[in-house]
């Protein structure tokens, strides 16, 4: 199992920026999937951005192409998985969690179920 611990959350306004980080315990396995999901009050939590580990394609929602860049870096111990949010919005105001999964049939997707690992979550507000 993979244990993630997430950091980085704040505040800030509107057009600002918020690098959010996963600390994700690495086991033998460099093929998972790293996302980030979030969750705004009464919203269902949504996929944001995924990448597969080792891997260079990532994945994002339309709400945040060209805003938010995931990425990755890792050694033999752990993996750390980033997402930088620039140009923020209030709607991107959420509970951002970070999320370790099996690809399916190689795809990582925006799905709950393909994820098995979470980490607590990192409170963003956005203020306008």
């Known amino acids: 199992q993979v244990q993630l611990v997430e950091s980085g959350g704040g505040s800030v306004q509107t057009g600002g920026s918020l690098t959010l980080s996963c600390a994700a315990s690495?086991?033998?396995?460099?093929?998972?999937?790293m996302a980030w999901f979030r969750q705004a009050p009464e919203k269902e939590r949504e996929g944001v951005a995924t990448?597969?580990?080792?891997?260079?394609?990532?994945?994002?929602a339309d709400s945040v192409k060209g805003r938010f860049t995931i990425s990755i870096s890792q050694d033999s111990r752990k993996s750390t998985v980033y997402l930088l949010m620039n140009s923020l919005k209030p709607e991107d105001a959420a509970m951002y969690y970070c999320?370790?999964?099996?690809?399916?049939?190689?795809?990582?997707?925006?799905?709950?179920?393909?994820?098995?690992?979470w980490g607590q979550g990192t409170q963003v507000t956005v203020s306008s």
């Open positions: 990448m597969r580990r080792g891997g260079s394609n990532a994945y994002y």
């Open positions: 999320a370790a999964g099996l690809p399916r049939n190689g795809v990582c997707r925006f799905v709950e179920s393909d994820y098995n690992n």
């Open positions: 690495v086991y033998a396995y460099s093929g998972y999937c």
